[in-house]
């Protein structure tokens, strides 16, 4: 089974539109992150929730707004999508102690 | 702020040669220190990480970091590299007791045969 699974893989849409990207982890643990990695590779923390509280909410604009229905789920909505969206966002969950953060294998979002 | 600085970010070399990748951090307290590799079109992989002990680490693929505490540095360290290790490598830290992990910019090695 994989830790961290994310769907979908890839997702194309067009400007404007509102999509979702869901992320499920398996592992029991406390905290899960989104991360958006840009096209020069940068990975910028976005959100960070611990046992389904909002724990970190960097400078993202509102469009995009993550919801934990349990421990297990983080998922990311975004509204109005626009072209500077465009990038692989990356799901993670790691332990209070942060012994480890295992990583979903991302999803590549293309706003056209 | 807690910050993560990788430098050299593209780093060229040929198979058989040694690769050395710097990463200071900017926190005074406990910290967490990871190094995180991602192969191309892939997610990202734990390499290795240290939380407290010997300061030398060994990790996966004949990867290891050293932590010097009064330079807050963890290097990483591979004494021949493969084509294979052509990947990004990102630098991590967290801190004990707060929700943040943070990485560095990454480092883009890529190993010539």
């Known amino acids: 089974d994989t830790a961290v699974s994310q769907t979908p893989k890839y997702l194309v849409t067009q400007m404007g539109n509102d999509k979702s990207i869901k992320c499920e982890q398996n592992?029991?643990?406390?905290?899960m992150y989104w991360y958006k990695q840009d096209s020069k590779k940068f990975l910028k923390i976005m959100f960070s929730?611990?046992?389904?509280?909002?724990?970190i909410n960097e400078t993202v604009p509102n469009r995009f707004s993550p919801k934990s229905p349990d421990k297990a789920h983080l998922n990311l909505h975004i509204n109005s999508l626009e072209l500077g969206d465009s990038a692989v966002y990356f799901c993670?969950?790691?332990?209070?102690?942060?012994?480890?953060?295992?990583f979903g294998q991302g999803t590549r979002l293309t706003v056209v | 702020a807690q910050s993560v600085s990788q430098h050299n970010h593209h780093v060229i070399l040929s198979e058989a040669a040694s690769l050395e990748l710097g990463c200071n951090y900017s926190?005074?307290?406990?910290?967490?220190l990871f190094w995180y590799v991602q192969y191309p079109g892939q997610h990202l992989q734990l390499l290795l990480k240290?939380?407290?002990?010997?300061?030398l680490v060994k990790g996966i693929k004949g990867f290891e970091a050293e932590f010097i505490k009064s330079k807050f540095s963890f290097n990483l360290r591979k004494p021949s590299v493969q084509w294979s290790d052509t990947a990004e490598y990102f630098c991590?830290?967290?801190?004990?007791?707060?929700?943040?992990?943070?990485f560095g910019k990454g480092n883009q090695v890529v190993v010539i045969p």
């Open positions: 592992l029991g643990h406390d905290t």
């Open positions: 926190y005074g307290g406990t910290v967490n």
């Open positions: 929730y611990n046992n389904k509280e909002l724990i």
């Open positions: 991590a830290v967290s801190i004990y007791g707060n929700n943040r992990l943070a």
């Open positions: 993670a969950a790691a332990d209070s102690g942060h012994t480890e953060a295992f």
């Open positions: 240290y939380f407290s002990g010997d300061p």
